[in-house]
């Protein structure tokens, strides 16, 4: 199993834009209830990060919550145990790559900046993650993950770059758990996500950056405590003959990446945000699709916007 994607359409030094192998990896089935994988593979959590093209998701851009808090499109190296069973249980357990806290650059997606290319991945410290997912009936799912691992590296970022934070015998560790549901019947698909992270050690590592921003006049950021975010949304399918179809959708998401901060820290209000997004969907065929949508956000209103987006996959 293998994915090449060029980003943005263009991949050069002077252009936002990038090639990348998104999943490459090798899988043995012993039955199809019991496989085993190895290699670059996409994270078993939430809705969009395993099926994250534009035709699978409604809206023209990802939610926030699978974006700042579950850092869509997320993989990771490793090996995995997975499979389902007759009675509809599905499982999906592995040891991977993780996280790295030292280089964090963005508060505004907590785990998407602190996140390891492959190549570039410090592997001193493991992951292990887990999942879960029950097909009650057809069209009813629910499930979980929870995926966790040392950041800390044995302080690898300063032994390869003595400029930065020196971090020796301080380690942090991340954990990340979500539940999600989903029921798609008759027409309705109505989906439900609630998902929490949170960084151990969080007050000494923020001290070595609070005191290296203070010595070298930088303004690195803190790593948060906690962060959480939630959403529910619903839509509707219209068949307007064939295979043409027409999905009204409304969403609601709530999500904070600074829910909390060591050392009487102050989080930044734009980093918080609850968002109201509507609009639709319209296929002419199951793999195009044409989107149009309005999002409020009601507590940094100068992110409102209206987007209109032309999908495909192929």
């Known amino acids: 199993m293998s994915e090449v994607e060029f980003e943005h359409a263009v991949t050069s030094s002077s252009d936002k834009g990038e090639a990348e192998i998104e999943q490459a990896y090798l899988n043995y089935a012993f039955t199809p209830q ?89 592997a001193a410290n493991l992951s292990v ?10 069209g009813i799912l629910i499930g979980g993950a929870v995926f966790t691992g040392k950041t800390g590296h044995s302080n690898a970022d300063f032994k390869a770059d003595p400029t930065g934070p020196d971090f020796k015998g301080i380690g942090g560790r991340v954990t990340l758990w979500d ?40 303004d690195r950021p803190v790593l948060p405590s906690s962060f959480y ?40 209000p734009e980093n918080r945000d609850r968002v109201l997004t509507t609009g639709f969907s319209f296929k002419p065929i199951s793999d195009v699709v044409v989107k149009l949508d309005y999002q409020k956000y009601i507590e940094n209103s100068a992110n409102d916007r209206v987007n209109v987006g032309l999908g495909y996959q192929f």
């Open 129 to 138: 993650y887990g999942s879960l997912e029950y097909t009650a009936a057809p």
């Open 179 to 218: 539940v999600h549901a989903r029921v798609q019947r008759s027409g309705f698909d109505v989906e439900a996500l609630y998902t929490r992270g949170s960084f151990a050690n969080s007050a000494a590592i923020d001290q070595v950056i609070s005191n290296y921003n203070a010595a070298n006049g930088t």
């Open 34 to 122: 019991i496989n085993v994988k190895a290699g670059l593979f996409l994270m078993p959590f939430g809705f969009i990060n395993r099926n994250h093209e534009p035709p699978a998701f409604y809206g023209v851009e990802r939610n926030e919550v699978e974006r700042r808090i579950i850092p869509s499109t997320w993989r990771e190296g490793g090996v995995s145990v997975w499979g389902s069973t007759p009675f509809g249980l599905a499982y999906d357990f592995g040891v991977t790559t993780g996280f790295d806290f030292a280089k964090l650059d963005d508060p505004a997606a907590p785990l998407l900046g602190t996140h390891q290319e492959l190549q570039l991945a410090h």
């Open 229 to 268: 975010g939630w959403l529910v949304q619903g839509a509707y399918t219209f068949g307007l003959g064939g295979d043409v179809t027409l999905s009204p959708f409304v969403r609601y998401e709530r999500y904070n990446t600074q829910a909390r901060l060591p050392l009487g820290l102050t989080a930044d």
